[in-house]
């Protein structure tokens, strides 16, 4: 689906549209704060007849005055409402924010991952670098750092990262393996999540899992406690080195969300080392979200803004992409296409790609 089509907000209605972006900054934290300080857990918890603020302070710890500018803050945000008798309840978005799994893990990567660097976006926009990354981190990308972030700000850039590609692993093993694959290479196999599932799926099949020394340290010793370490090997290399080869002969290749973290020009230069490194029928697949490709405006949203992370804080110069970039850097590399799937797990996109 595309999501450019006639304008359809009255002049006011854009009006109150640009002044929750003016104060969008404010009002997530306010949010947050609402959520986090069990505001809306316990107001939501009295349903159907809601909360005065006097019942409120007996359950939470916090002066009359924090909790009354959060409450009237949620009122203009709409995550709350209140009745003429002085009770609050929860609304339909406020009860989103507090139990929507989904809501909670974008808004905890907004806030440990995010925050603070997109300060710097427009730096990072000019430079083509991430300059928000130095809140977080003296790394030049993000990926090196990823293992040696604090554990709870690791846990929102990980949760975030696999909740999406997760739901889809299922289907994309009965895909994958419907070939028989006998030699499978797993390119940016980060916690070694997919190469686990695969080890796991078909007892003869080679796994490779090619990532950096960090993540392969993480993965290596979880395919000892699961007892398939003999058919598991790991190829350690910074993949944009192009001076250094892929390992050779696999008969499949898999990339999960793996070619959104580089520009157009290093995409092109990975499929064409992943070309190389097939058998003469092997299959490359590509397990992506395409912002176009989604059913809910919104899904096509938080591509879309994502893809600033990746501008401000993971590379300076990678997206989200839209189908059309995307496929052309494949048709670039010398491969083309001969499946598409759209239906895979959230509104994931799984192609199929041969010599």
């Known amino acids: 689906m595309e999501h450019f089509s006639k304008e359809t907000k009255t002049a006011l209605q854009a009006q109150e549209a640009a002044a929750r ?9 306010a949010t947050r704060a609402l959520r986090d300080f ?13 909360l005065t603020i006097e019942e409120i302070l007996e359950k939470v710890k916090l002066s009359r005055y924090a909790v009354r500018v959060l409450l009237e803050a949620g009122l203009g945000m709409e995550l709350l409402i209140v009745s003429d008798e002085k009770r609050y309840r929860l609304t ?42 130095k809140e977080l981190g003296p790394w030049d990308t993000i990926y090196p750092g990823l293992p ?12 975030f990262d696999h909740y999406y590609s997760d739901l889809a ?11 028989k694959p006998r030699t499978l290479l797993d390119i940016g196999g980060n ?14 099949v080679r796994v490779t899992m090619f990532d950096l020394p960090g993540e392969i340290e993480i993965a290596a010793q979880r395919m000892k406690d699961e007892g398939v370490a003999d058919r598991v090997s790991f190829h350690e290399a910074n993949i944009l080195d192009e001076s250094l080869p892929f390992p050779q002969g696999f008969d499949a290749i898999w990339m999960s969300q793996f070619l959104d973290c580089f520009s157009e020009a290093q995409i092109v230069s990975i499929l064409k080392r992943c070309r190389e ?11 992506e979200p395409f912002w176009n490709r989604q059913r809910f405006k919104t899904a096509a949203f938080s591509l879309q803004q994502t893809s600033l992370y990746f501008t401000a804080m993971a590379n300076g110069n990678s997206q989200m992409y839209h189908t059309d970039d ?7 590399a010398g491969l083309r296409i001969v499946e598409e799937n759209n239906e895979m797990g959230l509104n994931y996109t799984l192609l199929k790609c041969q010599k």
């Open 92 to 133: 339909k978005t406020g009860h989103f924010i507090q139990n929507d799994p989904l809501t909670r893990i974008n808004m905890n990567f907004s806030q440990d991952i995010c925050y603070l660097g997109m300060n710097h976006l427009q730096e990072s926009l000019k430079d083509g670098r991430p300059a928000g990354l």
């Open 38 to 50: 069990g505001i809306l857990e316990v107001v939501g918890e009295s349903y159907p007849v809601g």
């Open 326 to 332: 995307f496929f052309q850097c494949i048709a670039d």
């Open 169 to 179: 692993f299922p289907q994309a093993l009965e895909i994958v393996f419907a070939n």
């Open 191 to 204: 916690t070694g999540k997919w190469t686990l599932a695969c080890a796991k799926h078909d007892a003869d």
């Open 21 to 29: 972006l003016a104060f969008a900054p404010i009002a997530f934290q």
């Open 148 to 159: 040696l972030l604090p554990p709870e700000i690791g846990k929102s850039w990980f949760e």
């Open 277 to 287: 490194a097939l058998t003469e029928n092997g299959t490359i697949y590509i397990l």
